[in-house]
């Protein structure tokens, strides 16, 4: 039977892994990601996971370890945070390009300097573009249903990639929240053993990751952006057997709140949409028509359903909780992207960003009304005055 319990979002990080029955997991210890490790190491100590637990040198290592353990056939898992993350950077693009389907949680963390422990998206953000799946949770609960969710679409033979597991650092991974465990009846419905294609074996021996002439590269490099284009497909897929064997009630791409009728709208990604959506109660009783749209992947991006989402709207203000140094609109990541999405719009909104809970800072009730007052006053004035504004400061 389903559990209904209370734990962090490490711990749900924990049993998702668990309910997936991965078989090769390694650790390497940073916070505030290191209890999603602790969590699975007393499992197996306990008995209750049947897995290889390793401990990793570093972070380099852990993403190793578990891209020679998926090219030889397991379910491979592991983890990290801040500048754990970064550390491990030269294999990212290796595991994407060799259709390494393991998987990587990540409990957001700020990078250094100057040495701070607060939650913040740069740190996974880094990573978009060497071919992970990506995306975040906003709640011990999505992190679980992620955890599998990701599975199953990475490892689709019509995908095979890896991927990232996202959430804040302490706002998530550490507070304690209700979290409804599946039965593994359920589970093993919905998440088929894992089958790689051309696994290392003794017996049949093939080479992984060889080296290419110039020549290969570009078909090569356009093979693993077409696997992109199938991906959205399979989400869909995925979500709607998820949602349907476990009874949620998961969008695809964009988790809409309030947004049929809204004239402004907030663009948030993660737990911030929990504040978000209390703001937009708030100032709907103000009669302020506000709405808000959270991202659930960031790769792949969610093009036409961002459009479709927001492309009635007047004005759009970009929670950002990463940072571009020297990015178009110097401020954060996502406004490029969501700009981008909304360009062949006959009617754009106007769009404006907030540099956000930079360094672990709460977004409080207030700065959501202060950005709406911003984007209302877009709207009267029809224009965007700035690209970026810093909260905070």
Known sequence: MAKE???????????????????????????????????????????????????GEGEHAQLSVVLGAAASGARAYTGSSGVGVTYAMEI??????GRYPAQMAIADRTLDPPGDFGSEHTDAMCTRDQGWLLGWADSPQEVYDNTLIN??????HRVMLPQMVCQEGYFVSHIPDKVILGDQSQVKKFLPPYRPIGPLSTTKPVSHGPQ??????????????????????????????????????????VDQYKLADAEIAFFV?????????????RLRKQG?????????????????????????????????????????????????EL????????????VTSFMAGLGGETIWPAD??????????????????RYVYWIGM
């Open 368 to 385: 959501f009304d202060y950005m709406a007052k911003v984007l209302t006053e877009m709207v009267k004035e029809k224009k965007t005055k």
């Open 92 to 97: 990212y693009s290796p595991m994407a390009g």
């Open 151 to 156: 599975y199953r679409v990475g490892e689709d």
């Open 212 to 253: 290419i002439r110039p020549d290969q590269g570009a078909p090569m490099d356009a093979m693993r952006a077409a696997v992109f284009l199938d991906v959205p497909k399979v989400i869909e897929e995925a979500t709607a057997d998820f949602n349907r064997i476990f009874g949620r009630n998961y969008d695809p791409f």
């Open 269 to 281: 990604m993660g737990a911030h949409a929990n504040t978000c959506r209390k703001a937009v109660d």
């Open 5 to 55: 319990l209370i734990m962090t979002g490490c711990r749900a990080a924990a049993e998702g892994a668990k309910a997936a029955e991965v078989e090769v997991i390694c650790s390497f210890p940073i916070r505030p990601y290191t209890a999603i490790m602790m969590e699975l190491a007393k499992m197996v100590a306990d008995g209750e996971l049947n897995a290889e637990f390793i401990h």
């Open 339 to 350: 700009r981008a999405s909304l360009y062949d719009l006959d009617q754009r909104p106007l």
């Open 288 to 336: 302020v028509k506000a709405g808000m749209a959270r991202l659930r992947w960031v790769r792949p991006w969610p093009t036409h359903q961002l459009a479709n989402a927001l492309g009635h709207v007047k004005a759009i203000g970009v929670v950002e909780t990463s940072t571009s140094y020297g990015g178009a609109m110097r401020g954060g990541n996502l406004i490029h």
